[in-house]
């Protein structure tokens, strides 16, 4: 069966996979730790949460797949970073696709607020 999300530009598509990735509170707990701790940080992110280790695993996996984060293997435990340039990357090509639809809607003044 063909995926749907084919039949959008990829430039949606990878802002859709993005936001989905960051929808979740534990993700965007993680992802401020580790801006927080302005280093990678090994083993210890299922101890800066609420939350089982498996749990932790699957959002970090989530993250990982989205390129928000990075993680390489340092013995028994893998070590988190922040993706920076991805980050930066994201946050940009957002900006840009609400500044086109204020822009679009600033063009067609006469159309009805909701």
């Given at each position: ?21 960051i929808s979740h509170p534990a993700r965007l707990s993680i992802l401020e730790t ?81």
């Amino acid at each position: 069966m063909r995926d749907k999300s084919d039949l959008f530009p990829d430039r949606l598509v990878k802002l859709a996979a993005v936001a989905k990735a960051i929808s979740h509170p534990a993700r965007l707990s993680i992802l401020e730790t580790l801006g927080q701790n302005n280093a990678c940080v090994c083993g210890e992110v299922v101890n800066l949460l609420p939350l089982a280790q498996s749990t932790v695993s699957q959002h970090l996996q989530t993250l990982r797949e989205a390129d928000l984060i990075t993680g390489r293997i340092d013995g028994p435990s893998t070590c988190y970073c922040l993706n920076r340039e991805s980050i930066a990357l994201f946050v940009h090509e957002m900006a840009a696709y609400f500044s086109d639809l204020a822009l679009v809607e600033d063009e067609s003044s006469e159309l009805q607020q909701c």
